[in-house]
């Protein structure tokens, strides 16, 4: 038998070092015992840093959604699958059963074959939270299409540049979307992001909101008649567990967005995997994530974790505001969760509100709490930790990233001891190690370092689409033979990690990553802007909030500066999207630059931060004395 289920800490031990010492056994058992198989494999694994090139289970063949529907059939065909809430709390919940899922599946999938997708075609997924969305994943998994979601809050010059970048054939999406009280006129964004893309023939439409929208004669189609139309039956397309699945895009600290990709069989196993042991889920538990599909939470543990266990998973449309503050205890109560999986930034919105609209719902289902995204500070894990686990639901910092495809370093419930504010230990199979500047592991504890992963795990992106160099360059060239994260952490006493944060010019922004370069390229589209610097700088709710320092071409004095400031976050809002919208903007004559032209965004973060006790040797920059003319002028 293979260790599938942990439950105690000796256990968790033992399947650890197991795992490490002969990690090809270990996956081979777990992959064997628990998955669905049309062909098994012929290799394990075989990789190589340097390249670099990774390869799970090569030579098997399977299709993902018949180990996330089919094989459930038979003894969980009535089970709710997905448990889908509305925005509206009026709205009748949905519950769509394992036997309806397959069905859904199956006629979505015909309709993309239907309408000309084959076999390794991209299709741009651009949907609200509505169950449409995730059958739209699943039906392109199932005829072996590779879905890129792109969040549906992302503006049309970013749909626009992800369709582009991986040449999707197709998108899907909506009328437009709820969001507590707004409208959002999706399909407008979708025109106006394909005036610039010609790789798109088709665009199918879901109603949601009912609004009168411009359909584009020939391109445009409505999803309902054709789902109607189309059988409930789509023979699953056998696939080879090395081809990709899904592309999903995440911010790089410059360029272009990284479309990352992720393969089959190696990502079905280990978000299976973790999803069982890291939310301990039982038979007839009722999970909930929180996150949107659109981001890896979702694609990992909305849609193929919880699925591939034959889950009920929850999806909810709405946001924590709507319509009050206690609209995410509501539906704990109303549904009865047992694994409730939220952000930071949602913890620390919704603490704000005191404890009241948490204590007027029965929280008693909850059995393990989930934090993932960023950091989470002491005070947040303690509210949480009181008043919504009422200090009997352990919570699980789980800490991951697009890249890794699943949860990498957590506590497992009722197993880990935990520790507020750390994700404590790695998961199993994951080696992590902690690196100095000089490119030296740091071993022993009680230490702090970049953090990098010295050996494959299953679910790693395999490459950055269309530039494998990228992918190289941004993952495997810091430190040789490693994967770094980007993150720095540190490493206590008996051995647990806890995540520092980004060591590079990424900011995460209530939960999003953003890169700055794209968010300055924005800003520098104004015509009165010459040059943008963009740091974060602590914020109580979002964790950290964007600061921009902008040079404008004439002083400014002329122009009315709030004006500028909403036209320059306006800006932002097109092209990335409203989450990357500037707090704070000071307008200054320079920016502090060494002799090589590079901007010390170290200096500006310190200012941002109101940190200037210690901004270093400031004498060999270029031009020393722009610093105190930001520190007089700082926001
Ligand atoms: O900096 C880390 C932070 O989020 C980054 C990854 O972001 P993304 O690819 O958008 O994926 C987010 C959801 C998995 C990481 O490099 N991060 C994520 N989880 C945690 C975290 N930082 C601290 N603690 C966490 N639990």
């Not at 065909?77 to 448990?83: H, N, R, S």
């Not at 015909?110 to 994943?137: F, H, T, W």
Request: aromatic share 10%; with cysteine.
């Amino acid at each position: 038998m293979s260790n599938y289920h942990i439950k105690h800490l000796e256990e968790y031990y033992q399947v650890y070092r197991k795992s490490v010492r002969e990690p090809e056994n270990f996956w081979e058992e777990i992959a064997e015992e628990h998955f669905m198989w049309q062909k098994k494999w012929d290799k394990v694994l075989s990789w190589d840093f340097s390249k670099p090139e990774i390869k799970w289970f090569e030579g098997a063949q399977l299709n993902i959604t018949e180990n996330c529907i089919d094989r459930h059939l038979a003894t969980r065909g009535d089970k709710t699958a997905i448990l889908f809430e509305p925005n509206d709390p009026n709205e009748p919940a949905i519950h769509i059963s394992y036997k309806e899922l397959a069905e859904r599946v199956n006629k979505f999938a015909n309709v993309l074959k239907s309408q000309g997708i084959k076999r390794g075609d991209r299709v741009c997924v651009y949907l609200p939270m509505i169950p449409e969305l995730a059958v739209a994943v699943l039906a392109c998994a199932r005829i072996g299409a590779i879905h890129s979601v792109v969040f549906a809050g992302f503006s049309s010059t970013a749909l626009a540049t992800r369709i582009n970048d991986s040449e999707c054939k197709m998108v899907l999406t909506s009328d437009g979307s709820y969001r507590g009280k707004k409208t959002i006129d999706l399909k407008g964004i979708v025109d106006d992001a394909l005036k610039d893309c010609p790789c798109v023939e088709t665009v199918l439409v879901a109603k949601r909101i009912h609004s009168d929208i411009h359909m584009e004669a020939r391109r445009d189609k409505w999803l309902q008649p054709l789902l109607d139309e189309a059988s409930t039956e789509c023979k699953a397309e056998v696939m080879n567990a090395e081809d990709p699945l899904f592309i999903l895009y995440t911010s790089g600290s410059t360029g272009m967005p990284k479309g990352m990709v992720h393969s089959i069989a190696g990502y079905m196993v280990y978000t299976a995997y973790t999803f069982k042991n890291v939310f301990q889920y039982r038979e007839n538990d009722i999970y909930w994530c929180t996150a949107d599909i659109g981001w890896i939470t979702g694609h990992s543990y909305i849609v193929y974790g919880p699925l591939a266990n034959g889950a009920t998973t929850v999806m909810f449309e709405g946001v924590p505001s709507y319509p009050n503050f206690g609209r995410f205890w509501e539906i704990v109560e109303k549904h009865k969760i047992n694994q409730f999986y939220t952000a930071p930034t949602a913890i620390r919105a919704l603490s704000k509100q005191g404890s009241e609209l948490v204590d007027k719902y029965d929280l008693s289902s909850l059995k393990t709490l989930g934090s993932v995204g960023e950091p989470i500070n002491e005070e947040a894990w303690h509210w949480y930790n009181d008043n919504v686990g009422k200090k009997k639901s352990p919570i699980v910092d789980t800490w991951w990233q697009t890249e890794t495809g699943g949860i990498m370093i957590s506590p497992i419930p009722f197993v880990t001891p935990t520790k507020p504010t750390y994700a404590t230990l790695p998961f199993i199979g994951i080696q992590p190690a902690l690196m100095d500047e000089e490119g030296e592991e740091i071993k022993g504890n009680q230490v702090d370092g970049r953090l990098c992963i010295k050996f494959p795990w299953p679910s790693m992106a395999r490459t950055i689409w269309g530039n494998h160099q990228r992918y190289k360059d941004t993952y495997f060239s810091a430190f040789e033979n490693k994967y770094f994260t980007g993150d720095g952490a540190l490493r206590d006493e008996v051995g647990y990690y806890r995540i520092t944060g980004r060591v590079d010019d990424v900011i995460i922004v209530s939960g999003h990553n953003l890169g700055t370069a794209p968010i300055e390229d924005a800003v520098n589209e104004h015509p009165a802007v010459v040059e943008s610097a963009i740091v974060g700088f602590p914020h109580d709710v979002k964790g950290n909030a964007l600061y921009g320092y902008v040079i404008l071409k004439d002083t400014g004095e002329s122009r009315d500066q709030n004006n500028l400031r909403n036209e320059i976050n306006q800006i932002i809002t097109e092209h990335i999207g409203p989450i990357a919208k500037l707090d704070k903007i000071q307008f200054t004559s320079g920016l502090p630059k060494t002799r090589s032209g590079k901007i010390m965004r170290r200096i500006l973060r310190k200012i941002a931060h109101k940190d200037i006790s210690n901004l270093g040797d400031t004498s060999t920059l270029l031009n020393p004395e722009v610093v105190q003319d930001i520190i007089d002028n700082a926001l």
